[in-house]
């Protein structure tokens, strides 16, 4: 019975508090093996493994045509300048923001799409998992609390509905972690020198390389927002802003040029009310308008709200300056708010014409605060509370059974016959002389080569000297 005992002591352990011992570790490392495995096989079944027939929405109508592009241009030895499809307009590639050209996209010349889909995915969903381990280390995350974070980071119902539908750009979410370590660096008042300005860069870079432009502009008005309220934040923030944009040339100049003169989107609308704005985070929503799925389940939200709002907001002040940010956020993703800035003819805000997706920067960030504000209490506990950390268990089995199930709502075998295009893609690479097109280009690439050197430069020099 001593034995029995004192084992469940060592489980609960190393459920809930940091490994110290070397035997505790290895648990939780194995713990955290199988969490990511589980990522794995989620993912895959989602995606139905490698049996994507490219015929669901934005998979037929924008992956399937650019993927088959690409893979033609790669192993036609040729560079994608153009394409020849009316799947595909512009004919010009790289003048659409929400098309891929990272270095990950060469694996076409190897992969079929629908495999390359998969490992795509894959890819970032481990560089997610990295991002969240490097949150756990910093904030001295139990398993139990990081399992609440992964959870939530990885089944709500905007990137389950966004890639359920063929938003294959919003790998770029999979980012978001190094993102918001960076801001909570900052706001925590850590050094934000050149070391912090090139990472957050770099991590920019990284998602407008994905075609993932709309996260660009969330990150950077999220920023710009918070040096606004706070003018300590206000010369880094601006700094922050202007070298993401230069060094993200590559992919922000084409399709600025292009469509300079207004994008001719159709304004969607944001949430009818704040009512259905809190309904979404609780409401399935079983392949219906993915703009406004948000699911995160009734304990998910619970957890975020409690944890991530209230309790954050009174046991953290470091944090506070982060709510006003969000708040206008979430504001301008009510109804018609946004109608105005939309209207407006400033550039790239007449690219956001679901302001319902405002929210999901703010819902991170709150995730993010949440797993870190329940690993403060449970600290509070002493190692005989079994009965609140057996409650714990439960509730998040059932947290994650409620995600489960939600997802696999928006999980590509799911669609019905009824809801899969019949019509034949057809893509064929069409380059051909476009003095203006390769100008840009040349100046982009130059334009983001030039601010690499000088930011890695700058990073060096700042490391040499602080020795």
């Given amino acids: 019975m001593e034995k029995l005992t004192t084992f469940i002591q060592f489980c609960f ?31 895959g079944f989602f995606l139905d493994w490698t049996n994507n027939r490219f015929d669901i929405q934005d998979w037929h109508l924008h992956v399937g045509p650019y993927l088959d592009f690409l893979s033609k241009s790669l192993k036609g030895g040729q560079f994608p300048l153009h394409a020849d499809s009316p799947y595909m307009i512009p004919s010009q590639y790289l003048a659409r923001q929400n098309r891929p050209f990272s270095p990950q996209i060469l694996l076409l010349y190897f992969l079929n799409p629908s495999t390359y889909v998969l490992v795509n995915v894959w890819i970032f969903y481990s560089l997610s998992f990295s991002g969240l381990l490097l949150i756990r280390s910093r904030y001295h995350l139990s398993f139990v609390s990081f399992l609440s974070l992964f959870l939530l980071f990885n ?20 980012l978001l972690p190094f993102y918001i370590l960076l801001v909570l660096k900052m706001v925590e008042g850590e050094k934000t020198g050149w070391k912090w300005q090139l990472s957050m860069c770099l991590v920019m870079l990284a998602i407008v390389l994905q075609g993932a432009a709309h996260f660009f502009i969330y990150c950077m008005s999220f920023l710009l927002l918070l040096g606004l309220f706070q003018p300590r934040y206000f010369s880094t923030i601006i700094k922050a802003i202007v070298l993401s944009a230069l060094l993200s040339m590559i992919r922000i100049l084409p399709p600025a040029l292009q469509f300079a003169g207004g994008t001719g989107l159709e304004f969607l609308g944001g949430f009818t009310s704040v009512l259905q704005l809190l309904q979404v985070f609780i409401a399935e929503n079983s392949q219906g308008y993915w703009e406004k799925a948000y699911y995160l389940g009734v304990l998910g939200f619970a957890f975020t709200l409690y944890f991530g709002v209230i309790r954050n907001w009174m046991m953290d002040e470091r944090y506070r300056p982060l709510y006003f940010p969000m708040l ?14 939309f209207s407006s003819h400033i550039p ?31 600290n509070e506990w002493n190692q005989k509370n079994w009965e609140k950390m057996g409650i714990v268990l439960f509730g998040e089995a ?11 709502t928006w999980g590509l075998e799911n669609y019905s016959i009824s809801k899969r295009a019949t019509d034949i893609i057809e893509v064929a690479v069409g380059n051909y002389p476009d003095p203006t097109y390769m100008t840009t280009l040349i100046i982009g690439f130059t334009c983001t ?11 060096i020099r700042e490391r040499n000297q602080s020795v």
């Fill in 155 to 174: 089944l709500n119902g905007h990137i389950n509905a966004h890639m359920g539908v063929g938003h294959f750009e919003w790998v770029g979410y999979f």
């Fill in 13 to 43: 352990n190393v459920l809930f508090h940091r490994a110290d011992s070397s035997r505790a570790k290895w648990a939780v490392g194995i713990l955290l093996a199988g969490l990511f495995v589980g990522g794995l096989l989620h993912w």
């Fill in 398 to 408: 059932l947290m994650a059974y409620d995600l489960i199930s939600n997802s696999r």
């Fill in 348 to 378: 790239f805000l007449d690219s956001q014409r679901a302001p319902t997706r405002f929210v999901v920067v703010p819902l991170v960030f709150l995730i993010t605060l949440g797993g870190i504000q329940f690993q403060s209490l449970i």
């Fill in 328 to 341: 206008v956020m979430f504001f301008f993703s009510i109804g018609s708010l946004y109608l105005p800035l």
């Fill in 449 to 459: 080569v030039i601010t690499l050197v000088a930011l890695v430069f700058l990073a």
